[in-house]
């Protein structure tokens, strides 16, 4: 379980423009290595968890399965997100430091 101020943040990173959701936009950014870290939900099926997990490996990101997918699309104002982005490294390291 992921604090109040860590989903702040995710919401402040979001506001900033740091961020990237959706299934092509994530890989794309991951790909491209334009990716910093990868936020995964916690209830993401067992398959879409694979699929990330291997791709940050393969491309050496770093990733966190944090909070639901409700939580999530909440933090940033959006509906459920299973996957976000993060783009700036300022906000990964923030995000991966809590």
């Known amino acids: 379980m992921k604090s ?3 989903y702040n943040n995710l919401g402040l990173a979001m506001r900033a423009g740091k961020l990237t959701a959706g299934d ?3 890989l794309d950014a991951i ?3 334009e990716a910093k870290l990868i936020l995964i939900a916690s209830d993401a099926s067992d398959n879409a968890q694979k699929k990330y997990t ?3 490996s393969y491309y050496q990101i770093p990733f966190l399965i944090c909070g639901t997918r409700e939580e999530i699309g909440a933090a940033i104002g959006k509906e459920e997100r299973v996957v976000l982005a993060v783009t700036d490294a ?3 390291g923030l995000l ?3």
Do not use: L, M, P, Q
């Open 4 to 6: 109040k101020k860590w």
């Open 24 to 26: 092509s936009n994530v």
């Open 90 to 92: 300022g906000f990964a």
């Open 54 to 56: 291997d791709k940050c």
């Open 96 to 98: 991966s430091k809590e």
């Open 31 to 33: 790909r491209t290595g």
